[in-house]
């Protein structure tokens, strides 16, 4: 089992920058694929980034490219999403994920990912 906690959302203007973090339990971080998702109010989840167990790979939405970075520290434990110049429609709840053993690359699929955390609201005002 892996208990995944996100943090480091809050209010930020447009242009703006936050680092969300997710932190894992576990001794078998490296195992594990990690993403992100995000869900805005009567949206469905959506894929924003994925990072392979090495961190060698890294994956993301086209509309967050150039301004999103996620990476891993495994001896952290821990996998980060670094967004900067923000947009209002980057506003929604940000969820990280952690795919197992049965993950097989698709990475944009939450059906992939065997454990998620709680969300964080991120919130980027006009």
């Known amino acids: 089992q892996v208990q995944l906690v996100e943090s480091g959302g809050g209010l930020v203007q447009a242009g703006g920058s936050l680092r969300l973090s997710c932190a894992t339990s576990?001794?078998?971080?490296?195992?594990?694929?990690m993403g992100w998702f995000r869900q805005a109010p009567g949206k469905e989840r959506e894929f924003v980034a994925a990072?392979?167990?090495?961190?060698?790979?890294?994956y993301y939405t086209d509309s967050v490219k150039g301004r999103f970075t996620i990476s891993r520290g495994n001896a952290k434990n821990t996998v980060y999403l670094q967004m900067n110049s923000l947009k209002p429609e980057d506003t929604a709840v940000y969820y990280c994920a952690a795919a197992g053993s049965g993950y097989s690359g698709s990475y944009y699929s939450p059906l992939e990912y065997d454990y998620w955390g709680q969300g964080t609201q991120v919130t980027v005002s006009s």
């Open positions: 990072i392979s167990r090495s961190g060698d790979s890294t």
């Open positions: 576990g001794r078998t971080f490296s195992r594990y694929a």
